[in-house]
């Protein structure tokens, strides 16, 4: 049994010689964190499956074979495909991302990210699914009274979105009380950059994210925002906790294995520690493009702290993760590679 197999792994190792194959089902596999979470999972040798609706993935992102379009409301597709395909694991991207929507018609986050994530509990449970790494948010954290932001942080989202996050690990709370299914929440901070490969990267519709969209302003030549330089930071636009996808991809795969060889229900940070502000990442763009950006200051942008990075120690010590790739310098050197061959296609 494969469950069994994997006990002999190690616990909190990476172990690159791993082979057991697990069959997982991915949802938003299709979209950014989760196509290049599936792509390391195949080269592991793991079997996997896609679910997504396609309203924000693409389907170029995955391999088309793997692709079930499906909406994670749809509880009964959900546990019969489960159980067709002896599913070990899910690991839950599936959701809606844009913080500022959420405050214009929360109803549509509540919807698709609670009731959507019930619904695949639901249906879990009712294929004896009992393993999920799920794609949480620092956005849990609200505004933070302390930085870096460790995971036993007031949880106290201060929008929509967050909450919806909240509210989702608070179910998975009590599926594993009740029905023993665990999980593993991991909180992302910025996550950015592209597959090395030039082929995978960042592709939201409408873009709000700063690295992407300061890539289009030296593309385009329209300025971008810069949104406030009065913030209480060294040079006064807000600090991130800028993180490769591909180092969050592994996170993932780490925590997926943690929980196949016994481990218990968790919540991670995943963020490098390291804060960067917006004048420095338009800063490394100049210089890994030897372009200049045009760029404006404007307003600050409502319910944007100061400073948010991770303590990711936990993440560290307890699964042997290590950002390899989150140097802001290669982040924008990938996410300029992938914008180059957008622009070519
Ligand atoms: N930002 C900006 N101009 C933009 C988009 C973002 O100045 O056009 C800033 C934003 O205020 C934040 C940082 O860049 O301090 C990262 O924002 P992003 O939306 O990428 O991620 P968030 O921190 O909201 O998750």
Redesign the pocket.
Known sequence: MIVAKMELAPQGVYNRDLRNSLRILVTGGAGYIGAHTVRPLLARGHDVIVVDNLSKGYRHNVPVERLYEMDIADTAALASLMRRKQTDAVIHFAAFIA?GESMRVPERYFANNVCGSLSLLTAMVQADVKRMVFSST??VYGNPQTTPIPENAPIQAVNAYGESKVMVETLLRWFDAIHGVRSIALRY??A?GADPAGDLGEEHEPE????P?VLRALVSGQP?????NDYDTPDG????DYIHVNDLAQAHILALEHLMAGGASDQFNVGTGRGHS?LE?IRTVEEVTGRKVPYVI?A??EG?PAR?VAASRKLQTKLGWKPRMSDLRRIVEHAWQFAGKQQMA
């Open positions: 913080v620092a956005a901070f910025n950015c709000t994210h700063l690295i969209l971008v925002t810069v949104f406030g636009t807000c600090v991130r917006v990442v404007g600050r942008r944007d948010l």
